[in-house]
């Protein structure tokens, strides 16, 4: 259906609306996705939201799973959860231009896609956020050096954050594809794998000079599941990436790190330019306010409220209309806001200045003039600090 007919569809089931309501709703939408989706997608997408079906809306379900990928397929539609997102980079030559990667899983697979030229501004605008499920449409598969497969969107390729149709239980976290630290053999070696674990102990980084004159940096720390313990090794950049952040005690999901014989018997896992890691809090690990950094995610908080909650409406970039209720919550470390979106707002909004409260499974961004805050998610719970708590 065009989008003049999806138009008169929304219009003859709902008379309350006009055609410049609905033509305002595309226009916000278009501007939200950059360009990057089509007139006619989105309209499908405001006309499913509004209780219209169309064909073409039940085609947006994904036909392949990631497994099923081979090299040289064109046109085809990928849904999945970001594990990983790397930063984007420039190349020279007959043709420049830039690109940056990201690893994505369904239920199947991982699956890498590369995201070129101004694809990649979703990346480097941050829209694109580890945890967040996405859509590729009309993306193309080529075959790696390795002979892994991999998706490639490029000028007619197009991305959607967070897509209507998809349902998130059909989307696992790395967690799924984690290899426990006991399986972890000679087999592997070579091969890249996923892990998580805590950090039991963390040696200093150093420097070193390779055979061309140039320097390199490395770092080590031991890391363990309850199954096992083994070395790893970080090497360059992401010395300087995880260097401020490691910390013995800490969670470590390490996504896409490369297996290698130790010096000694046995293998070691190597963090490399292509590997992704992100630090978690553990279910019992409580995250002081002046340690919290912007990405963070499943952090566990506890501390005063020092504010008066503040319950409001909002609309959010679907069109769909939530409670969201803020209060500032400090420790002896620091301030920061909370947000307390839909399910949590109801609770929230009953907090007075003083409660003294815990916040389980919550996530950190930039909100309001770009300041930290503390985001509460499906999962999150909120509450009140008992005596024996202290």
């Not at 089931?13 to 055609?19: A, T, V």
């Not at 085809?76 to 980079?89: H, L, W």
């Not at 499920?133 to 991305?159: A, C, M, P, Q, W």
């Not at 426990?180 to 794998?193: D, F, L, M, Q």
């Amino acid at each position: 259906m065009s989008t003049e007919e999806l138009l008169a569809c929304i219009l003859s089931k709902h008379p309350e609306l006009s055609r410049d309501d609905i033509m305002e709703r595309l226009e916000n939408e278009k501007k939200r996705m950059g360009g990057l989706v089509s007139e006619e997608t989105l309209m499908r997408v405001i006309a499913a939201e509004f209780g219209i079906e169309t064909q073409e809306s039940k085609a947006l379900a994904p036909v392949l799973l990631m497994k099923d990928l081979i090299p040289s397929l064109n046109d085809i539609t990928v849904v999945g959860r970001v594990v990983a997102v790397f930063s984007p980079k420039t190349f020279v030559g007959k043709r420049s231009g830039k690109f940056a990667s990201l690893l994505v899983s369904d239920k199947s697979s991982i699956l890498r896609a590369i995201l070129w030229n101004d694809k990649s501004n979703l990346i480097e605008s941050g829209k694109i956020k580890s945890g967040q499920l996405i859509r590729f449409s009309h993306g193309y598969t080529r075959e790696d050096r390795n002979g892994n497969v991999e998706l490639h969107l490029g000028e007619k390729s197009e991305i959607e954050i967070n897509p209507q149709h998809a349902n998130a239980k059909d989307y696992p976290t790395i967690s799924r594809f984690a290899t426990k630290i006991k399986e972890i053999t000679t087999a592997h070696r070579n091969r890249r794998i996923n892990v998580v674990g805590t950090v039991k102990e963390l040696y200093a980084a150093s420097s070193f000079s390779r055979q061309d004159s140039s320097s390199g940096k490395i770092m080590r720390l031991v890391l363990v599941d309850g199954t096992d313990a083994i070395s790893v090794v970080v090497w360059n950049e992401k010395v300087d990436e995880l260097e401020k952040t490691l910390r013995k005690g800490i969670r470590l999901q390490i996504v896409n790190a490369k297996v290698k014989k130790a010096l000694s018997d046995g293998v070691e896992v190597h963090v490399d330019a292509g590997t992704y890691v992100e630090p978690l809090a553990s279910e019992e690990e409580f995250v002081k306010i002046g340690s919290l950094k912007e990405g963070l995610s499943h952090v566990n908080v506890r501390g005063e409220v020092v504010s008066k909650p503040m319950l409001r409406e909002v609309k959010t970039s679907k069109g769909e209309l939530v409670k969201l209720v803020s209060f500032e919550l400090k420790d002896e470390t620091g301030r920061i806001w909370v947000s307390a979106w839909r399910q949590h707002a109801d609770p929230a909004k009953d907090l007075k200045t003083g409660d003294r409260i815990i916040i389980k499974n919550a996530y950190v961004r930039k909100g309001f003039s770009e300041q930290l805050e503390i985001s509460t998610r499906d999962a999150t719970s909120i509450t009140f600090v008992q005596e024996n708590d202290d």
